[in-house]
C-alpha cells in the first residue's frame, strides 16, 4: 500500500454531503459568552448558556450521530477554551489532507494543539498552517471546488497559500457581509447540484458566481439567525437539522432528503450549529 493510500483510510473528505464516517467534536462542558463576536452571542449574553442543557444536547447530538454509524471522537474540553465545542474551526480536510491553522481570535487560541496531539496520538499526518488565519468554517469543499469565505477569520493570503499548495483543487473565494462570522453561517452545499444560502449576506457579483455552481435554497432571515444553513450532511441524501429551522427542514424534504431533526438550541445562543460543532475527517472516497 503506498503512503497516499494508506493516508487515505486514515483522513480523506471529497465533499460536504458524502457519507460521514468518522468526525471530531469536543463536550461544551465549559461553554460561555466571553466576547461577544455575532448577533447570535450578542441576543443571549445576558441570558448565557445552561451548560446542563447544553451538555444533554450535544450528548444527543453524538447519539443521533453514532446511531447512523459514524465514529465519533470526543476531544477533551479545556476551562480556558469557552468555545471549543465548535471543532470545525480549527482544521479542515481537504481531500487526503487535513490541514490546521492558527485561530484568528485570542479568546480561541491553543484549541489547535488538542487536535494536533490527537492526530500524533493516532499516527494521522496534518499540514500546520503556520502564521495563515483561516478557519474551517469559511471553508465548504465539493469535489475539486473549494469555496473559501474572506472573513475576518480568514483572510486572502491564507486562502493563496491554500491554492499553491493544492494546485489540483479550484479555489474560489467568496467574500460576504462579516458580521456573519463564517461562510458556513450563510452558505452550504448540500448535494452535487444544490446549496442552502442566505441572500442577504452577499452582493448580487457573489450571488452570480454561487448561482453558477448550484441551485440556490434561500433562507429566511428568521432562520437565518437559528442557523438555518448550517445542517451537518451525513450520506445517503440525509441531513441533521434544528427542529427549530421548519421551513428549511420542509424544502429539504420536498427535495427528497431525509432530515433528521436534533434540538441543539442552547449552543446555537453561541453563534454555531451542526456543521460548527463538527469537524469531519473521514468522508467515503468517491471520484
Given at each position: 500500500?503506498?503512503?497516499?493510500?494508506?493516508?487515505?483510510?486514515l483522513?480523506?473528505?471529497g465533499?460536504?454531503?458524502?457519507?460521514?464516517?468518522?468526525?471530531i467534536?469536543?463536550?461544551?462542558k465549559?461553554?460561555?459568552?466571553r466576547?461577544?463576536?455575532?448577533d447570535?452571542?450578542?441576543?443571549?449574553?445576558?441570558e448565557?448558556?445552561?451548560?446542563e442543557?447544553?451538555?444533554?444536547?450535544?450528548?444527543?447530538?453524538?447519539?443521533?450521530?453514532?446511531?447512523?454509524?459514524i465514529?465519533?471522537?470526543?476531544?477533551p474540553?479545556?476551562e480556558?477554551?469557552?468555545e471549543?465545542v465548535?471543532?470545525r474551526?480549527?482544521?479542515f480536510?481537504?481531500?487526503?489532507?487535513?490541514?490546521?491553522?492558527?485561530?484568528?481570535?485570542?479568546?480561541?487560541?491553543?484549541?489547535?494543539?488538542e487536535?494536533?496531539?490527537?492526530?500524533?496520538?493516532?499516527?494521522?499526518s496534518?499540514?500546520?498552517?503556520?502564521?495563515?488565519?483561516?478557519?474551517?468554517?469559511?471553508?465548504?469543499?465539493?469535489?475539486?471546488?473549494?469555496?473559501?469565505?474572506?472573513?475576518d477569520?480568514?483572510?486572502?493570503h491564507?486562502?493563496?497559500?491554500?491554492?499553491?499548495?493544492?494546485?489540483?483543487f479550484?479555489?474560489?473565494?467568496?467574500?460576504?457581509?462579516?458580521?456573519?462570522l463564517?461562510?458556513?453561517?450563510v452558505f452550504n452545499?448540500?448535494?452535487?447540484?444544490?446549496?442552502?444560502?442566505?441572500?442577504?449576506?452577499?452582493?448580487?457579483?457573489?450571488?452570480?458566481?454561487?448561482?453558477?455552481?448550484?441551485?440556490?435554497?434561500?433562507?429566511?432571515?428568521?432562520?437565518?439567525?437559528?442557523?438555518g444553513?448550517?445542517?451537518?450532511?451525513?450520506?445517503?441524501?440525509k441531513?441533521?437539522?434544528?427542529?427549530?429551522?421548519?421551513?428549511?427542514n420542509?424544502?429539504?424534504?420536498?427535495?427528497?432528503?431525509?432530515?433528521?431533526?436534533?434540538?441543539?438550541t442552547?449552543?446555537?445562543?453561541?453563534?454555531?450549529?451542526?456543521?460548527?460543532?463538527?469537524?469531519?475527517?473521514?468522508?467515503?472516497?468517491?471520484?
Open positions: 500500500m503506498t503512503r497516499n493510500a494508506k493516508q487515505m483510510e483522513s480523506f473528505c465533499s460536504e454531503y458524502d457519507k460521514l464516517e468518522r468526525v467534536l469536543c463536550e461544551p465549559y461553554m460561555t459568552i466576547d461577544v463576536i455575532n447570535t452571542q450578542k441576543k443571549f449574553k445576558d448565557g448558556i445552561h451548560i442543557k447544553a451538555m444533554e444536547q450535544h450528548k444527543n447530538f453524538v447519539k443521533a450521530l453514532k446511531k447512523e454509524g465514529d465519533v471522537i470526543l476531544l474540553p479545556h480556558k477554551f469557552p471549543q465548535f471543532t474551526d480549527i482544521g480536510t481537504l481531500g487526503q489532507t487535513i490541514f490546521v491553522a492558527d485561530m484568528a481570535n485570542e479568546v480561541r487560541q491553543g484549541e489547535e494543539e487536535l494536533k496531539n490527537w492526530l500524533k496520538n493516532e499516527k494521522i496534518y499540514f500546520n498552517l503556520i502564521g495563515d488565519m483561516i478557519e474551517g468554517g469559511d471553508v465548504i469543499i465539493d469535489r475539486n471546488k473549494v469555496f473559501i469565505g474572506l472573513s477569520r480568514t483572510n486572502q491564507a486562502i493563496d497559500h491554500v491554492q499553491s499548495l493544492l494546485p489540483q479550484e479555489v474560489i473565494t467568496v467574500p460576504f457581509i462579516e458580521k456573519y463564517h461562510l458556513d453561517c452545499i448540500i448535494s452535487p447540484t444544490e446549496a442552502l444560502y442566505y441572500p442577504e449576506a452577499f452582493t448580487k457579483e457573489e450571488h452570480d458566481i454561487l448561482a453558477n455552481h448550484y441551485d440556490l435554497i434561500n433562507v429566511s432571515k428568521e432562520e437565518q439567525f437559528t442557523l444553513t448550517n445542517v451537518l450532511s451525513i450520506g445517503d441524501k441531513i441533521i437539522s434544528l427542529p427549530v429551522n421548519t421551513n428549511v420542509e424544502q429539504l424534504r420536498s427535495r427528497g432528503f431525509e432530515v433528521i431533526e436534533v434540538d441543539i442552547e449552543i446555537i445562543k453561541s453563534g454555531g450549529s451542526f456543521r460548527c460543532c463538527t469537524m469531519p475527517i473521514k468522508r467515503e472516497i468517491k471520484f
